[in-house]
């Protein structure tokens, strides 16, 4: 595939007229101060996003509009309108006000992609409570520690997956008093302690709720992200993030009035929260959510029967989909689609340009981070596109690329083309206000004034930045932050298992899987047997999304003289790379 250094656009062209023609111009005037003016905030004053999201359209007489069109599994398809969405919230929150849940709390959610994911997230949000997402292809161990460190007093899951993942995981969570099921469950679950049904509970509550006052720095929602090291980190963030979602959704999704938008991610992580839901939602767009799971012929069919004209979906997705062919796109009409993005991974430029061969439209990459609570850095409809670049910093948004220095402060390098880590200038309304109950975590992250993203990239002359790699060993495989050190512990609980290091190894599809070298107990031999019941291991454990999809057997794995797994010299002998500084490498019998 030939792949050209620039797609340029005819900006004057495009219909609608792009929200950011002149990114320049814009970055130039911009300010977080003037934008805030956009919002609605609540009647008595202060912000919610939930306000923002869906009861400012009742007011400004949009409460007619579908706001949610929902795609079930078996073929359902169900719409809500502003204001039916408003009443399923309202419904929500005067229920958590029943069970005496207070504002502040913590709210779980554990569900597919079902309508009451929204009404629980945005009616949490209404009731002033903190809402956790959490991603319902984890296996039983992720969401008992993200449930623990989050300290969950409310659970929204279905009966199926409080029967396979929670319910033997309730005597490590005491704080966890309310467990609401969505979908009929048998009595038998509904006779253990806090549970009800959802349905019983919130269907019948009465929607006559009304906001209480919210401050912009309230903690609105808590996403957990991995790092290298220790546990999951429970990212927070605020009411104010929402000003983020609203002028993102604008600017660097394009999204307009008349849009219908589907963004493909999972409200299990933070893209599916705030471009599932809450970006589309500020912008008055009507927002698909589909339930089942990546299927391209299922997709494309989504595609057309909606007619969706703003699609936000993932490199591992589009890379499936380039591996099936152009074919299984004829005769489609896919006319009303105007404006695709991507996020989360590398997004190989061969995929930008496939997107023009399949769909007349090139994909739009486009950078953020859990942390940073919205995209920061995008390809916008009206700018050229140079295939392998994640774009420019949004209005409002100083970017720059950085180098610590041995004294603990930064460098900043002005010069073009050079590889350093990714760092932007703070604050903004969506940045993290910290990690749950790690403050010293949290600090490492600001040097200066910048915030520091751990990856590495690069920005040309003309100010185009593109992505170089990570700094750390975080994995992402399908788009998911996957942190090694949590896998690690898992299989460490194996009684065959004595030592374990985990890597990214790079896949064509997934960008890269998660691998596990593993040193075996005295007394237990490697074989294909062991090897199936450690993958099985991690499965049940850790679920499907976040384990091992490889094992190898070591006799020894390389350390630093601190006694440090060396991933990265595992990685670099698995890929057949250099090996690099060995300065601190302690044992080294593998070689
Ligand atoms: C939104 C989200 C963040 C990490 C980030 C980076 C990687 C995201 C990317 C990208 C290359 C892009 N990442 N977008 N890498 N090109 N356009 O994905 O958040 O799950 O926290 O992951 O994903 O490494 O630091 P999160």
Redesign the pocket.
């Known amino acids: 595939m030939e792949i050209p250094s620039r797609i340029v656009k005819q900006s004057g062209r495009l219909r609608p007229a792009p929200n950011l023609l002149d990114h320049a111009a814009t970055c130039a005037s911009f300010s977080w101060e003037s934008a805030a003016a956009g919002l609605a905030g609540l009647p008595g004053g202060g912000l919610n996003m939930a306000c923002e999201a869906v009861e400012r359209h009742l007011a400004e007489g949009r409460g007619d509009k579908v706001a949610l069109r929902w795609l079930g599994k078996s073929g359902q398809r169900s719409e809500f309108s502003y204001a039916e969405l408003s009443a399923h919230c309202h419904r929500f929150a005067n229920a958590l006000g029943q069970l005496g849940v207070q504002p502040g709390e913590r709210v779980f959610l554990l569900l597919g992609r079902l309508p009451e994911l929204c009404f629980a997230l945005l009616g949490g949000l209404m009731a002033r409570c903190v809402v956790s997402p959490l991603f319902s292809a984890f296996g039983p161990e992720p969401i008992a520690t993200r449930c623990e460190l989050g300290d969950a007093r409310v659970l929204v899951t279905t009966p199926e997956l409080y029967r396979r993942k929670v319910r033997g995981l309730r005597a490590r969570l005491p704080g966890l008093r309310h467990v609401i099921l969505v979908g009929a469950a048998d009595p038998e679950l509904l006779s253990d302690p806090g549970v009800q049904g959802w349905s019983e509970l919130v269907d019948t509550a009465s929607a006559d709720h009304a906001i209480g006052p919210t401050d912009p720095e309230d903690m609105a929602l808590l996403?957990f992200?991995s790092g290298t090291t220790g546990r999951p980190k429970g990212?927070v963030h605020v009411h104010g993030a929402v000003l983020a979602h609203s002028v993102t959704g604008r600017y660097a999704l394009d999204l307009h009035a008349d849009d219908v938008f589907w963004c493909t991610?999972d409200p299990g992580?933070?893209?599916g929260t705030?471009y599932g839901v809450l970006a589309p939602l500020c912008n008055g767009v009507t927002s698909v959510v589909v339930e089942a799971e990546f299927d391209a012929q299922t997709w494309y069919g989504v595609l057309e029967s909606e007619q969706v004209s703003v699609w936000y979906t993932?490199?591992t997705a589009i890379r499936m989909m380039m591996k099936l062919g152009l074919e299984a796109l004829q005769g489609r009409d896919l006319s009303a689609l105007r404006f695709m993005a991507?996020?989360?991974?590398?997004?190989n430029p061969e995929a930008v340009v496939w997107g023009l061969r399949a769909f007349g439209l090139p994909f739009h990459?486009?950078?953020?981070?859990?942390?940073?609570g919205g995209?920061m850095?995008a390809n916008y409809a009206a700018m050229d596109i140079k295939p392998g670049s994640?774009g420019k910093p949004l209005p409002g948004i100083t970017a720059a690329i950085v180098r610590r220095q041995q004294g603990g402060g930064i460098e900043l390098i002005e010069q073009s083309d050079i590889d350093g880590e990714?760092a932007l200038k703070t604050p903004w309304p969506s940045m993290l206000r910290g990690y749950l109950n790690e403050e010293e975590r949290y600090r490492k992250c600001f040097v200066d004034g910048w915030y520091l993203?751990?990856?590495l990239a690069r920005h040309d002359a003309e100010g185009y930045y593109w992505?170089v790699?990570?700094a750390d060993d975080?994995i992402?495989s399908a788009?998911?932050?996957i942190g090694p050190f949590e896998v690690e512990s898992a299989l460490m609980e194996h009684p065959a298992v004595a030592e374990v290091g985990v890597i990214g190894k790079p896949d064509p599809t997934l960008g890269e899987l998660v691998k596990a070298f593993v040193v075996l107990k005295p007394g237990f031999e490697p074989s294909e047997a062991l090897m199936r019941e450690l993958l099985g291991h991690g499965r049940s454990r850790l679920g499907a999304a976040v384990a091992p999809k490889e094992i190898a057997f070591r006799s020894n794995l390389p350390r630093t003289r601190s006694g440090k797994i060396m991933r990265r010299l595992l990685k670099a002998r698995e890929l057949g790379l250099p090996e690099g500084d060995l300065s601190t490498l302690e044992s080294d019998e593998q070689k």
Do not use: C, Y
């Open positions: 996403h992200t990212a991610a992580w933070i893209t705030s993932a490199p991507s996020v989360g991974e590398p997004l990459d486009n950078w953020w981070q859990t942390e940073t995209i850095i994640m990714l993203s751990g990856d992505f790699g990570r975080v992402k788009g998911h932050l």
